[in-house]
């Protein structure tokens, strides 16, 4: 699977779609990968703020717990909720019907910290 | 630091596009496709399994047979020859030291098949206590030998097509000496899964040709691999021990709720304190599963009314009964079925209760 070029990327392998004012966050292929077999995923309450890097979210596969971290900071608008019935939905499709929240993005500015697709394919490359 | 092991078949995981772990010194694959599948298309059709990593010692002699029987908590003279048993080899305070499957040949020949972890300490241990035996001889095989487990209930329509031979009279726990493919093989009806199946032992050399026509034949069928992954959710759904964690040194055979593998009728290392221990037993692990949607692991504390009551030994989620279920040795006083008690997952106390064992019943060829 193709790390799509319109989106963000970081370190703790999160995408972000942005569009205008709302960011939509997700995990990547990648990640999703190292987990394989989600089976539960904890969801912020709408209306929490978060701050860029922190934890957001947390999946829960068969084999091992992983936090999800905000890449920008903003307020929850929207969380996935159709994750509560169906998690493999993120192992299934990523960067689709794999979201997992909706952000009010708070500081524009922090989204020059995140990685494009290539810088995050050249990151991967190197720590592998 | 030492190289880490590979079986012979790690290039041929590797291509299967296997997610490759360190497991006690070894690098194993743990799953394929996913852990989920793997376990499912072994419950409803086959999962062929490399577990090559693990032990084999031949014990062999004019008095092997005295020789297990003090070694080991089961009475070998029950056994016929050509049954495999499961069992343990217990310290004098009657702690485990591994568990593990007796093959008996005959009454001067055993293959004793250990944990991978184990494999040392247990040919430590026998060499240790084989003093007034010196027509005993215990040889460490593991390293000339795979193990490759062929499980599901379409398991033997599979075995009996790749090794053409009829498999349908071996029943549980009965194994065959044979030579298929100008190659010596032994062949159980035993398992880790709780379905029906077989393992079969034979010279590493040729481990790459058994595990392609076992994929071959078993292809139609729906024959897949499987790893380390959903061997272990299979297993803890048959409530079936892993040493390490239901069993160790420090815990007894009736502690981990296999005491039946204790037989009081012959002498064994370990059986005065086994005596006393089943006597008073103080402790036992029971299966429960959670009433929530948060999974139990390794280690977690265990409370009942605010008091830690014990720990976790084994969890996961179950994908046959799609919720979270484990293993926890408690307090005796705590364990009984139906007994509502809470796990601490990640700072949180979550509902669970205790069941039967076992969550998933065998589903093989039973030995009557």
Known sequence: MENPRELKYTKEHEWIRIEQDIGIVGITDFAQKQLTDIVFVELPEKGKRVEQGKQIATIESVKSVSDVFSPVSGEVLEVNNELGEKPEIINQDPYGKGWIVKLKIENKEEIERLMSAEEYENFLKEHK | ?368
Not at chain 2, 177 to 200: L, M, P, Q
């Open chain 2, 1 to 368: 630091m030492p190289d880490l092991k590979k079986t012979p078949l790690y290039d041929l995981h590797l291509k299967l596009g296997a997610r490759i772990i360190e497991f006690g010194g070894w690098l194993m694959p743990v799953s394929y496709t996913s852990i989920i599948e793997e376990h499912n298309t072994t419950r409803n059709k086959a999962g062929l399994f490399d577990v090559s990593h693990m032990g084999e010692i031949l014990v062999e002699g004019e008095r092997a047979h005295d020789f297990l029987q003090k070694m080991v908590t089961r009475d070998i003279s029950k056994f016929d020859c050509n049954k495999s048993f499961y069992c343990c080899l217990c310290n004098p305070m009657g702690g485990v030291i591994d568990d593990l499957f007796v093959y008996k040949f005959n009454d001067k020949k055993f293959m004793l098949v250990v944990n991978a972890s184990n494999v040392d300490k247990d040919f430590g241990w026998l060499m240790k206590n084989k003093d007034f035996f010196d027509d005993v001889t215990i040889i460490n095989i593991s390293n000339n030998i795979a193990k490759i487990d062929l499980q599901g209930p379409f398991s033997e329509q599979i075995i009996n097509d790749s090794f053409d031979f009829d498999f349908s009279l071996l029943k549980r726990f009965d194994f065959i000496e044979k030579f298929f493919f100008n190659e010596n093989f032994v062949i159980s009806r035993t398992g880790y899964t709780a379905e029906d199946g077989f393992e079969i032992y034979f010279n590493s050399g040729r481990a790459i040709d058994v595990w392609n026509r076992l994929l071959k034949c078993g292809k139609d069928l729906g024959l897949k691999p499987v790893g380390l992954g959903a061997r272990d959710t299979l297993r803890i759904e048959a409530c079936y021990s892993l040493y390490g964690h239901e069993l160790n040194e420090n815990i007894n055979p009736f502690e981990a709720g296999i005491g039946f593998v204790v037989d009081f009728s012959k002498d064994f290392i370990g059986k005065e304190a086994l005596l006393e221990a089943k006597r008073d037993l103080k402790r036992i692990v029971v299966p429960f599963e959670l009433l929530d949607k948060a999974i139990p692991r390794f280690n977690y504390d265990v409370f009942k009314n605010n008091r830690k009551i014990g720990l976790v030994t084994s969890g996961t989620f179950s994908p046959t009964f799609k919720k979270p279920i484990g293993l926890a040795i408690l307090d005796i006083a705590e364990a009984d079925v139906g007994s509502l008690i809470e796990i601490k997952i990640r700072g949180e106390l979550h509902k669970a209760k205790i069941v039967e064992r076992p969550f998933y019943k065998y589903k093989g060829k039973l030995n009557k």
